[in-house]
């Protein structure tokens, strides 16, 4: 479905001020003070079988990529390095249970456990890999912690709530979209940790947050606003706002970073944005809630929250390829940086579902800790 | 009778423009409880989306579309208050399903986006059933009051599960 008429396009938006700091800190959440609830799978109608279609072409350039992080320079250094470089390790915030756990994919076992208060929910890797930062939306603030040590590096409070994160691959610099307000935080890394630097209008509620893989633009969802800012990073002002679908959440870039696709919460579908059009070229549907989109190979996946399901898609065609089942409340999802497999959080039963994204099967289910959230760039 | 009572909604006056949002932690609670007696005939008590009369507060059910995913029902709760709630899934051989809150005044039960699953497992003459929920606190902005806030939402949605399976548990087991 074409949206191209429904596109906008403006410059120079004046921009009310952002809400002063809120006062006070809300306490530490509690986790659902139950033993680990059992949780039984529910299929979801026609979500099985997936079409057989050629595999997915890989090289260097179609690598996985979120926020535009990973250069094509960067990914061919990252696989370079000796080995401890390949074992692939997902971060994930378990939001309920105030931690951050540092999960094996290979060995599927949760390697370290970090407790992080204020309820963490997004996260984003520096761009060496080394450190991640990890937003508090109650406890208002960013976390950032050392990978190889696995210990908390430094705390940061912010205003609002931070939610959505995402770092410049170029000049590591750190976005954190405030939920409650219309404006994206901008944090300078320092040795110690990160440092205010100032902040960004956006629209309202940004949400998720990517970066183009030359650093020079931001993009941010406007959840409430139906809108993607279009930022440019050196002057920091919004240079356009496109319209998408209801309420977009996540936002990931293509591989090739030419393109950039919304979950659009409330009309469940993708909206895909082309960026030197700097207008949505299309949409596809998805199950109910969509949430967050990851690309392995040629292939989109985003989670579907209501429906407990991943929907697969071609970007290229903007055609739904088949679902999977998975966890319940799906929500953060990534590909591993071979595009060998997609990892979703389950926020609902603790868990992370591995899926394989030529078959669509799901290949493996790994336990962790309680309310898994991992919204953002969470695979090492 | 409301599903809960609240005395500091006042301050819900005080959402702006962010009312559409919510916060940003999601909760989950679950309740279970034991029942001494066959599956089917608790089953047969919680099975019809159409009959929420289980529900303590609950004095009518009214809606459409039977057991079928989206169909739809307005509970009245003792006291006049409504819930207005849509069925998302359904799975009669297993025993199980799931429904939404389209509707519900936040004075009622303090929660958004609200979805709950019933689940009712036989094993021989016992049955173990479980409700469980996942929502967002009633005050949906930043720094809520204590009577909107996540702990609250939790204790009143955990208070009317606990309510909820302790009725059915009495009616289950009173004999035939």
């Excluded at chain 1, 990973?70 to 105030?98: D, F, H, K, M, Y």
């Excluded at chain 1, 208060?117 to 890797?125: D, E, N, R, S």
């Excluded at chain 1, 989109?300 to 407990?308: I, L």
Aim: proline share 7%; hydrophobic share 35%.
């Amino acid at each position: 479905m074409m949206q191209a008429a429904r596109s906008m396009i403006v410059l120079g938006q004046a921009r009310r001020p952002s809400p002063p700091p809120s006062a006070g800190e809300g306490g530490p959440r509690r986790g659902s003070g139950e033993g680990k609830p059992r949780f039984r799978r529910w299929l979801v109608e026609g979500g099985q079988a997936a079409p057989s279609l050629p595999s997915p072409v890989r090289s260097a350039d179609t690598l996985p990529r979120r926020g535009g992080r990973v250069t094509r320079r960067l990914s061919l250094s990252l696989l370079l390095l000796a080995t401890p470089a390949l074992a692939q390790e997902a971060i994930v915030t378990t939001q309920l249970g105030n931690a951050v756990e540092i999960v094996d994919l290979a060995s599927k076992r949760v390697l370290h456990t970090i407790p992080v208060a204020g309820a963490p929910a997004g996260i984003a890797l520096s761009p060496d890999r080394a450190r991640a930062y990890v937003t508090r939306p109650e406890g208002h603030g960013i976390t950032v912690i050392d990978l190889d040590s696995q210990k908390v590096l430094s705390e940061l409070a912010l205003p609002g709530g931070p939610l959505g994160v995402g770092v410049n691959p170029k000049s590591g610099e750190v976005y954190v979209a405030d939920w409650f307000a219309e404006r994206v935080f901008v944090l300078r890394p320092t040795p110690e940790g990160l440092s205010l630097d100032g902040e960004i209008a956006t629209g309202q509620s940004p949400s998720g947050i990517a970066v183009t893989p030359d650093g020079a633009t931001l993009l941010v969802a406007n959840r409430e606003s139906d809108s993607v800012s279009v930022i440019d990073v050196a002057t920091r002002k919004e240079t356009r706002c496109i319209a998408v679908g209801t309420h977009p959440f996540g936002l990931t870039l293509s591989p090739d970073g030419t393109r950039a696709f919304t979950a659009n919460v409330l009309s469940d579908d993708v909206s895909a944005i082309d960026l030197a059009a700097g207008r949505e070229t299309g949409r596809v549907k998805t199950g109910q809630r969509p949430y967050v989109i990851a690309f392995a190979g040629n292939r989109g996946f985003v989670t579907d929250q209501y429906s407990n399901t991943v929907t697969a898609f071609d970007p290229a065609t903007m055609q739904t390829l088949g679902t999977v089942d998975v966890g319940d409340h799906p929500e953060g999802i990534a590909a591993t940086r071979d595009g060998k497999t997609v990892v979703v959080a389950n926020w609902g039963d603790n868990s992370l579902s591995l899926i394989d994204p030529e078959s669509l099967k799901v290949t493996a289910t790994i336990e962790t800790g309680d309310g898994p959230r991992a919204f953002g760039d969470f695979l090492r | 009778m409301r599903f809960r009572t609240l005395a500091a909604v006042a301050a819900l006056a005080t959402v702006t423009f962010a009312a559409q949002a919510h916060g940003p932690t999601r909760q989950k609670v679950s309740e279970s409880i034991e029942i001494n007696a066959p599956a089917d005939k608790v089953w047969a008590i919680v099975g019809n989306f159409q009959d929420g009369s289980w529900i303590p507060p609950v004095e009518k059910t009214e809606g459409k579309g039977g057991n079928e995913v989206k169909a739809t029902r307005t509970l009245t709760l003792k006291g006049g208050a409504t819930v207005q709630e849509e069925l998302a899934k359904y799975d009669a051989a297993k025993m199980t399903y799931m429904y939404r809150i389209d509707k519900v005044d936040v004075k009622t039960l303090p929660v958004n986006d609200y979805s709950s699953t019933i689940e009712v497992e036989g094993n021989g003459d016992k049955t173990k059933m479980t409700w469980r929920g996942a929502f967002y606190r009633g005050y949906m902005n930043n720094d809520p009051p204590p009577d909107l806030n996540d702990e609250a939402s939790k204790k009143a949605v955990s208070d009317l599960y606990k309510a909820g399976l302790q009725n059915v548990k009495a009616k289950a087991e009173k004999g035939s």
